[in-house]
């Protein structure tokens, strides 16, 4: 009977143990959709009042306290419903994707040639062909169709042309044709003899399937301060350093800057010193201007993007006075916030930004943006940064807001494990007893 008693004990002082611990040290995890998870906002004003893709440039003061990805913006309507987004990164892109193709059914026809193309199976998307023909001197129309089944035809463009003229002080010649955006299978292409220069249907001797990508980028630029120089010496030469703040941590790829000189050529040095431990060029060059050029603005284009609030610039002038820079406007790829309204707009929208621990959305919008994207969606402007009055921050541990309880645990701990082990030890001496 005292050995069962001994038993129980030791259960109840090993749960007892167990729950104070858990108790303690357990920690919820509870998903935070309040608004108050953000320290500040700015307010978002759709220029219509009707359903629609709608886009906003998020500007340099909400990127100076965002993420640097900007996963930490949160878009909400007045009733605070979140509406998802996606962010566009507005870049020159000009790119080309050879498609794997089989070329058959090669023949004439009358006044044309013709060949049939199989993409294979799910091909993905194409929109322009190169198609190589035999001769010069000649202007060909191209006709492409596009066909699922290879027995149904559809005209995807009835007018392409192609060209090549040669003379004795060079050559000119185009061989690539465009069509809407398509995802058929087969192609069909026809070219027609230069009615011209061609007296009989010409020869196809090659067709090369593409996907061409290409988009006009857009810049975010904002004026700097012309800050004041100091003079030093580079490798032994006179020169001068501008240290460049500006006006917050934000994407950056290009300096302007406005100069006074009327004519100069000075080697140049950008560096990269927001973390005195890693600093680094960003740009280097030479800053030239003729005499009888125009007066325009020179560009420092930079090595690639930085993400940085303070740049150094620097410029060897060997016995020359310093450059008399007037301006200086940088610049970036913009970030193009779109999102969608389904319904008239709850006024105020409202954009949340500046917790660098909130987790990224991961929205499904912007995996289909580039469908939904058929045109520009309509501009909306911002407001000033606004502190959030409902922010409140988030806790630390509870550990650390109450670090003696560790103390408590190990005392209860060690009580409990002493409690066990007493008990242990007297049921151990009966036993021996009896």
Not at 55 to 81: E, H, Q, T, Y
Not at 368 to 392: C, F, H, K, M, Q
Request: charged share 20%; glycine share 4%.
């Amino acid at each position: 009977m005292s050995h069962k008693k001994a038993q129980k004990a030791q259960i109840i002082a090993a749960t007892a143990l167990l729950i104070i611990v858990t108790a303690i040290f357990a920690v919820a995890v509870v998903a935070q959709t309040s608004v108050s998870v953000w320290p500040y906002y700015v307010e978002v004003t759709p220029q219509k009042s009707s359903p629609g893709m709608y886009d906003v440039i998020v500007p340099l003061p909400v990127m100076d306290k965002a993420r640097g990805d900007l996963a930490d913006l949160r878009l909400f309507d007045s009733a605070n419903r979140e509406i998802p987004y996606a962010i566009r990164v507005r870049r020159d892109v000009a790119e080309r994707r050879d498609m794997t193709a089989r070329i058959f059914n090669a023949a004439t026809s009358g006044p044309a040639a013709e060949v049939s193309i199989d993409l294979g199976d799910n091909p993905g998307e194409h929109n322009e062909i190169d198609v190589a023909t035999n001769g010069t001197n000649f202007r060909r129309q191209v006709i492409i169709e596009g066909s699922d089944s290879g027995t149904e035809w559809r005209t995807l463009n009835s007018s392409g042309m192609i060209f090549s003229f040669a003379s004795l002080n060079g050559s000119v010649a185009s061989q690539r044709v465009t069509y809407p955006t398509s995802r058929y299978r087969y192609l069909r292409v026809r070219v027609l003899r230069d009615p011209v220069t061609d007296d009989r249907a010409p020869q196809i001797t090659n067709v090369n399937v593409t996907m061409a990508v290409r988009e006009k980028g857009m810049l975010s630029s904002w004026s700097v301060a012309v800050p004041s120089y100091q003079l030093l010496r580079n490798q032994g030469e006179f020169a001068t350093t501008w240290v460049i703040d500006l006006g917050g941590r934000a994407p950056c790829d290009r300096l302007k800057l406005e100069i006074a000189d009327d004519s100069f050529s000075r080697p140049f040095q950008v560096f990269a010193i927001d973390d005195p431990d890693n600093v680094h060029l960003v740009a280097s060059g030479t800053l030239t201007r003729y005499t009888g050029d125009e007066p325009k603005p020179l560009t420092i284009n930079f090595n690639q993007e930085e993400y940085v609030r303070k740049l150094r610039l620097q410029v060897t002038d060997y016995s020359n006075p310093t450059l008399g820079i007037m301006s200086i406007e940088a610049s970036a790829p913009a970030r193009q916030l779109v999102f969608e309204l389904k319904e008239r707009p709850s006024q105020p929208l409202r954009l949340f930004f500046g917790n660098p621990t909130v987790a990224a959305p991961h929205y499904d919008f912007e995996k289909e943006l580039a469908v939904r994207l058929s045109t520009e969606p309509a501009d909306s402007s911002l407001g000033a940064v606004i502190s959030n009055p409902e922010y409140r921050p988030e806790p630390k541990p509870f550990t650390e807001r109450a670090p003696w309880l560790i103390y408590l645990v190990l005392a209860a701990s060690s009580i409990a494990l002493g409690y066990v082990l007493f008990s242990l030890a007297r049921t151990t001496t009966r036993m021996k007893s009896a």
